[in-house]
């Protein structure tokens, strides 16, 4: 499904894209494959961002690794920890 959607080539882009109304847009910004700097600035530089870089069904897996370290998305942990 990801190649329906064209390629999104900045943070700024997906940001809109995320904060959208438009159903279509705010898809998109799930769906849409960004480059790999694109990534990294979103997560190094947009934290409340994390959460929907997350969501992105594309999202790479060194990405994955770096979002997985966050304590803000971290569920419950067996042990209480």
Do not use: C
Request: net charge negative; glycine share 4%; aromatic share 8%.
């Amino acid at each position: 499904m990801a190649d329906r959607f064209p390629e999104i080539t900045s943070v700024e882009e997906f940001i809109r894209l995320r904060e959208s109304e438009d159903p279509a847009e705010y898809n998109r910004s799930a769906w849409a494959a960004m480059p790999l700097a694109v990534w990294w600035n979103l997560v190094r530089n947009h934290p409340d961002m994390r959460l929907w870089a997350a969501h992105n069904r594309t999202v790479p897996s060194e990405i994955l690794a770096e979002l997985i370290k966050d304590p803000d998305l971290a569920g419950p942990r067996p042990g209480g920890q």
